[in-house]
Nanobody, 123 residues
Framework: VQLVESGGGLVQPGGSLRLSCAAS????????IGWFRQAPGKEREAVAC????????YYADSVKGRFTISRDRAKNTVYLQMNSLTPADTAVYYC?????????????????WGQGTQVTASS
């Protein structure tokens, strides 16, 4: 099992980025996927999660209306579209594979993690 994130970078406040999480070694049709982030000195927090059911998603209150999680089954890839970024969104972003089909925000329910990608929103 492997998860590889890409798409991070430096963006001005108000800008957008799209993160990708390419999965291998398992089929996304059978497991939920979550995006988490961790800023320096803070705990890792769930940002957005997607389950295997149609339209089953979770978003943290701080990103609702700005971030969108989606999956491409043909590419076995999950995306996180991030709009209207603010300095508070600056963190290392990780994708992870859930042990369940459903979307879940609890990090303990995830068994495989990517290496992370840095997102920085700064002028």
């Amino acid at each position: 099992v492997q998860l590889v994130e890409s798409g991070g970078g430096l963006v001005q406040p108000g800008g957008s980025l799209r993160l990708s999480c390419a999965a291998s070694g398992f089929n996304l049709d059978f497991y939920g996927i979550g995006w988490f982030r961790q800023a320096p000195g803070k705990e890792r927090e769930a940002v957005a999660c997607i389950g295997t059911g149609n339209g089953e998603t979770y978003y943290a209150d701080s990103v609702k209306g700005r971030f969108t999680i989606s999956r491409d089954r043909a590419k076995n890839t999950v995306y996180l579209q991030m709009n209207s970024l603010t300095p508070a969104d600056t963190a290392v972003y990780y994708c992870a594979k859930s042990i369940y089909r459903s979307s879940t925000s609890y990090p303990g329910n995830y068994d495989y993690w990517g290496q992370g990608t840095q997102v920085t929103a700064s002028s």
